[in-house]
């Protein structure tokens, strides 16, 4: 298991609340750093000062996120060496097919659509956590190959 942070890009701050207790009611420890924009997110990835920017186990990204859109996000995200292998996690209330279309094609590794209850909020997260955080095995730096 990993404990590297999580970074949350959402700007809802009760979903950012019910997100931070969802991980901790399924055991997971990680630091959540939340950002509530996507100016923000790519602030914390891709530093403007060329230094190096935060190294989260995986970006649960919110698509309709201000300043910058998350699909903007994702694609800065894919179009940056430094960042292109970091796992990220499209998490949103939006069903839409055009959504779900574009964020994979933008290259998201998955998109999930935030259940509408807690109660199935928490399970959900404790899925995805287990998976993206203890069962899945990151992609090496190719650096160090």
């Known amino acids: 298991m990993t404990d ?3 970074l949350l890009a959402e700007d809802n ?18 630091r959540i750093v939340a950002v ?13 000062h060329g230094g190096p920017g935060l ?7 919110d698509i309709n996120l201000p300043k910058i ?8 995200l894919r179009a940056d060496a ?3 292998l970091l796992p990220v996690i499209v998490l949103t209330t939006s069903r839409e097919r055009r959504d779900i279309l574009n964020c994979y094609l933008g290259g998201a590794n998955s ?22 955080l203890t069962v899945n095995e990151p992609c090496p730096d190719p650096g160090t190959l």
């Not at 190294?55 to 649960?60: E, Q, S, T």
């Not at 998109?111 to 993206?132: E, I």
Request: net charge negative; charged share 20%; with cysteine.
């Open 82 to 84: 430094r960042t292109w």
């Open 111 to 132: 998109f999930v659509c935030k259940p509408v209850s807690f109660a199935d909020f928490v399970p959900m997260v404790g899925t995805l956590a287990s998976y993206w």
């Open 4 to 6: 590297a942070p999580i």
């Open 55 to 61: 190294a989260p186990a995986l970006v649960l990204l």
């Open 36 to 48: 509530s924009d996507g100016e923000e997110c790519l602030e914390q990835l891709l530093p403007a």
């Open 13 to 30: 701050p009760d979903d950012v609340l019910l997100t931070r207790r969802a991980f901790a009611k399924n055991g997971f420890g990680n």
């Open 69 to 76: 859109s998350g699909l903007e996000v994702l694609g800065r």
